[in-house]
């Protein structure tokens, strides 16, 4: 990871038009607080020093999952050429969590970005190696132009937000 | 058959769908295909990237029956079923079982077993909704547009768009009448909102999961799926039973291999430089299983700890690939990965659709190949006409299928098939060609003969030019051969270019005139086409002018047709026979180092693609390495230090627009023309239009004649404003001329020295 590869993602994340913030991992709870619409449900962040903050549910019911407004996970990391975060599928739900709401707020360690899809892959395959076998890489919001016009939000979030853990 | 009564009924359909479906198909697709380009050309290894691509689709079809042992092994490893299924009915039986059981598993509280799916051709080739449907099982598709098509009651007119031809307007009429909705309809958003909650509300409530799968991993049992909306996601997540639906030709050796067609799928579908969602299942996943209604609806998703009770069949599809793979000339059409992009930059899909160009399932160029390969020739008969050998889609295919070829394999096959016309006399005395007696359409020989037919008109200029333009002759023409009567027929020459070139001295005087230029100790074989010696003499005259004028001594020897006319016919045993025959003629030229000098570009395409299927690979390679465009050898002259001012200048900065041709840009052969004529003092505009929609034959055939107008008119349109126009194809200045009004000579003859 480097400095420039985050501004690169991040850059990427912007003219795919999700918001990013780079803070520490001290701050994550707060900012992600700050960063989620009510109500929200989450999945545990497995980043030393940073966790979930009350207001968002961990382990919801699928009740909870079809009410909230956003859904927040950890990506397993991230590939700065694209602004495509990892999803990798959980027994805690990161795959129906990162997709049911309209929101999606997604946790990456600033030593996960990789650079470009090339080197997504290599951290993909050494995923399938340890066994992490189903992995979505989700980039932008959800879309379709099959109305008759580009409308985003359909199946999957409308609206995205990452953020950056810059010392993890 | 001379008369074929449907050659109307063609018309006529086509006419419909130009008018009904195209106009909504043309800005869509050729949008598309424009994104296509772009993303294209951000890419700095493309062409390493689909080479790569290729490579890896050959390696699997070639190791198949060894790659369903594997993935069968890795899906039964990690929990799951494979099923391979012969064809649609094994196929849609066995789903129909998996339903079945699911639903007696019962954690659906209706009356009906539910199934959501996500788009999926494959499911459409074996129209497993009806069979379902039939098994009284509900069936929602969830990707927005094949749900509207799935309320339209319609089939997909494009592979990846299958709503494409549907306006928005369109749109909210189907959706209202089906749904009485107390919404408006106004906008996209208001479509897209409303069948988010009704599709959303189906997909938590079914007992199973179809998708298809956009790549299966072998030797992992990984399902790739590639969506933009993320129905396919909960699709496959959500219900407890997830069914994949694929053909077995979707099968790569590993996971290292999803690489390449990750970096392209999107960009040649739909011009993203990746989609939202690539997601690559390896089924049955982690994630848990989610029931929204019941006892476990307030119970964490988390709870059943681990344990997911997931269920996984993975049904692969035969239906036909097998032969297709063991089949030498469609095998490559197992290497297509369903994007979609050969629609897109074919002009004639722009205008008709997929419900013109297309047969039982698949649309576009491609579609040739699937169709034949799995419903049978006779549904590729009915669209593969529409394919006029332009190469537009070549350089788009993400994994260099030869979609043109395929098209001209099946047409030859479809010719063979029929009985021999009743007509065949009227070309049996005057074309000998080496598909005599063999079925081919009495019109099909005429313009796969077309050049017999020239050398006679022009004995007989102007006779036969005033004979051919009068009333009952044209009537005759159309009735016979189907040579619509609102087309202009070509004016013969009474002297052609050969003739011409030897009345003013052959060889002997070229090279005395082409001493008052620089010396470049080149000499030049000019190839004297069909429609550069018998009608458009002038481009060949002002050929030989600039030649000498930079210094070039020409020959024009009476040379072989190139068999691209017989190609476009689907005459490949016709082809082949002139393509040796070419061959033979010009090889002691080649011998004697001198160029071969071409003026039509769908010949010179001829030379450099085709032909490496006709002769044998060491004269394939002497003559495509020694043979080339005017413009491409005017520039390598220039370049070479020939005089630039021995030719017809401009003061610097004269538009002129041009447009290349269709085959000319495949080669990569439109920028030394642009070159040449900056270099001259023009400063050239180029058209986007993919095909001038002439295409030798096609503009003249009376089922087609609309269709080429409608593509003609678009390049047209974009000309209106260019006083001067200038184009390199023989069709693409016919077209032009009688659309603009005015003359639309080849670059040549503005650039040539005047005499």
Redesign the interface.
Known sequence: MTTDTIGRFERSLAALEVTSEVVPASAASERIGTAVDDPAVGTALPFEGASLPDAVTAEPTPAELENAATGVTPASFAVAEHGTVAIASSERGDEPVSLYPDRHVAVVAGSDVVADLGDGFDRLLEGFSDGRESVVFATGRSATADMGGLVHGVHGPGEGHVVVLEDR | MASDPSRGETAERLRHLLETEGEIVRPRASEDNARREAAYDELADLETLRTEARAIKEEAIERLPELIQTVRTAVEENGGTVYVADDAADANAYVADVVDVAEADGRSDHDRPSVVKSKSMTTEEIDLNDALEREGVDVYE????EW?IQVADESPSHIV???MH????R?AELLREEFDPDVEFE???D??AF??DY??ER??EADVGITGANFVVAD?G?ITLVT????A??CA??PDTHVAVAGIEKLIPS??D??PF??LIARSATGQ???????????P????T???DGP???????A???E?DREFHLVLLDNGRTAMREDDQLRETLYCIRCGACSNACVNFQSVGGHGFGGETYSGGIATGWEAGLHGQDAAAEFNDLCTGCTRCVDACPVEIDIPWINTVVRDRINRGKDPGTYDFLVDGLTPDAESGSGVPLDKRFFGNVGTVAKLASATAPLSNWLAGTGPVRALLERTIGIDRRRDLPVFQRQSLVDWFEANGGAEASRRRARVGTALEREAVLYPDVYTNYVDVARGKATVRTLEALGVPVSVPSLPESGRAALSQGMIATADRRASELYGELAADIDAGRDVVVIEPSDLAAFRREYERLLPEASFERLRSNSYEICEYVYGLLENGADVGALSTADGDEPIAYHSHCQQRTLDLEAPTTAVLERCGYTPETTGSECCGMAGSFGYKREYYDVSVDAGEQLAEELEGSERVVASGTSCSDQLETLLERPVPHPIEVLGPDR
Not at chain 2, 228 to 231: C, D, P, V, W
Not at chain 2, 273 to 283: E, F, G
Not at chain 2, 285 to 288: D, L, N
């Open positions: 969830t990707d927005l547009g509207v768009g299958p709503a549907l306006s928005r307007e749109i906008t996209a958003a479509l897209t069948a988010r599709l959303g997909i938590r992992s990984t933009n909306e993320g129905n996601r909960k997540v959500t996971m290292e999803l690489e990750v970096n430089p990746i989609s939202q969602y690539v997601t690559m299942l390896t089924p996943t982690p994630s848990p989610l029931e929204f476990d609806a307030d119970e964490p998703i988390t059943s700890d681990g997911s």
